[in-house]
């Protein structure tokens, strides 16, 4: 085994490059195309920590494949969070360094997969007694709901927010099936809807494997929206650095709870994080009415770790340098680490 920490070990940072065919026009372009910052701070602080760094977008897996090989790399940071403008590929490429036998930092194929299947996901949650909010799924624009009011749509197989605008959340059947005819067309895959729970809003970043940790909650703050808006982190709000939403729903971490609150947050998160067979790091988002109940929205592998994300935060929070969490990944994943982690989920 090689010392970590040194020149010895080769890190390939690998993330999805940006194919310019006419997508970067629609805005849901800017998530994929953060990626690059994204693989910029990683592989600074990979360097700073004293690896032998490299990065490489992966815009063709024929030509770039045996680039890889003839890099010999000890292990690979995987960043991509899809393949030539496909985001619903994100598995596939976990799934390709698994074929080649690399070891890879992140989640694994049958974790991305199932996350990026909202419905899937919550059948699982479902079949745990995971609290999730009650839901259903159309294929075509719907005559009724048996929903209570309000409701909100997404694609059901999307992540990054993509499909969740401040008009998804939606209160009557003329603007339910407005909305899923909208996604239908644009997504072509089925919307999922689900009731709308009025409250506050959490993550919960967890940090693996072997047991794996809560990192600090943080809450979205809703207070400088009107009554109008709906209190919803949209895709505007993630992405759209100057649109009102993005400066009208920070962070704050950690967030201003009870001890019971944050304990009873952090347990529904790792139950999440273990029934989906997580690995390495992820955030589980939620929402608690009014009566302190807790609502699961969705599982999310492989969050973004750019300076400004809610998972750096996170860390920082807990009083771990980022270095450290990259030194922790590589380490993990060179040492097997995962493979304990997925012979105590089993």
């Not at 197989?157 to 499909?163: N, T």
Request: charged share 25%; hydrophobic share 40%.
């Amino acid at each position: 085994m090689k010392k970590l920490g040194t020149k010895d070990i080769k890190v390939l940072i690998v993330f999805n490059g940006v194919v310019e065919n006419g997508a970067e026009k629609d805005p849901d372009f800017i998530s994929e195309a953060e990626v690059r910052k994204m693989a910029t701070f990683v592989y600074d602080a990979a360097v700073a920590e004293g690896y032998a760094a490299m990065a490489m977008p992966i815009f063709d897996i024929c030509r770039d494949i045996p680039k890889i090989m003839d890099l010999n790399p000890d292990i690979l940071i995987n960043l991509c969070e899809g393949y030539r403008g496909n985001s619903q590929d994100e598995m596939n490429m976990a799934g390709l360094w698994e074929l080649l036998g690399l070891p890879y930092t992140g989640n694994t194929p049958s974790t991305l997969a199932l996350a990026q299947d909202k419905t899937a996901a919550k059948a699982i949650f479902t079949a745990n007694n995971i609290p999730t909010p009650p839901y259903e799924v159309f294929s075509s624009v719907p005559k009724n709901t048996c929903l209570e009011f309000p409701v909100i749509a997404k694609p059901a197989r999307e992540d990054a927010s993509l499909g969740i605008n401040a008009d998804s959340v939606l209160k009557n059947i003329g603007q339910l099936r407005e909305k899923t005819a909208e996604l239908l067309e644009k997504y072509k895959q089925p919307v999922l809807v689900e009731k709308f729970i009025q409250g506050r809003e959490f993550n919960v970043a967890i940090l693996g494997n072997c047991p794996p940790r809560v990192l600090p909650v943080s809450e979205i703050d809703f207070s400088r929206l009107g009554a109008e808006d709906a209190h919803v982190t949209s895709y505007e709000a993630k992405w759209i650095e100057d649109h009102p939403l993005y400066k009208g729903t920070p962070s704050k971490c950690p967030a201003d709870i009870s001890f019971k609150t944050k304990k009873a947050l952090g347990d529904v998160a790792l139950r999440v994080f273990r029934a989906l067979n997580g690995k390495d790091y992820g955030r589980v988002d939620m929402r608690m009415d009014d009566e302190g109940n807790i609502f699961v929205l969705e599982y999310n592998p492989n969050p973004d770790i750019s300076p400004e994300s809610g998972y750096c935060k996170a860390l920082k929070a807990a009083g771990i340098s980022f270095g450290d969490f990259i030194g922790r990944l590589i380490s993990d994943n060179l040492n097997g680490t995962e493979n304990e982690n997925k012979k105590n989920v089993a």
